[in-house]
């Protein structure tokens, strides 16, 4: 996949522990973000909390490679890491998000972390074990949820991602695991067992059953749910 580098723009070395970044507060972390990035830190970038226990279930056996579908600046990614020992891979299309996010993996020197500026439409599901989903489509439907006019919205393009997401998730293999966060469950294909939930029920932690939704590869149609 042919996606810029931003390396040249970096800090080159790390300059501070990855160890202390798991024992920060919430308004701490973000405060490692430039204020355009940060402002949007209570409504769209998971709590610490959160990530935390997402990443525990998503980690079941290591090394597991975990894919966080619209990864913002990163921060779900980096409390993952540095709290499991799963590799992750954050997929953001909002290039301003992915650069503050490399240079926060950078200055903290936090292992097992990719961010990659793509759409997530160009990532191959096949190539993780468990995927983080909190909600990236929602500004498609709710105006309110709009974080700039970089990008094409409207409930089309909604139904055009999740749709994706559903197809892909329903090819993966048996033991898959998804977490969701503040989403009403679209985005699962049959086949995937509710196994959990916490936060009040918005966070939602799924397994791939045996058999289970499996399509081939020629995907005809997603069941509707
Ligand atoms: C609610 S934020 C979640 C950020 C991060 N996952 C977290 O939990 O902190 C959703 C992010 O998904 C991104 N996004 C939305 N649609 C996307 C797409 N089709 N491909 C890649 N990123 C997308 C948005 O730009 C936004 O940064």
Redesign the pocket.
Known sequence: MPHASFDADLDPEPILDPEFIQYLEDREFDLIFPEDVRKFSVV???PISV?RQAARFLVATPPTRVL?????PG??CAIGATTTEGHFT?????EI?VRAGLQMIRSYGVPRVNLIH????EIPFGDFDAF?F??????NLWHSSR?DLE?KIGPEIYSQ?TDHVRRELSKLREGTRVVT?WSDGEEMPDGYELVGSTFCDHLKMWVKRRGGGHMEASDQAVSPR
């Open positions: 769209h970038w998971t990530a966080d579908i619209g990864c913002g921060k779900f954050g997929v953001e299309q909002r998000f793509a759409n997530v439409t983080y909190f909600n990236p489509f929602a500004e974080m990008v991602y966060y």
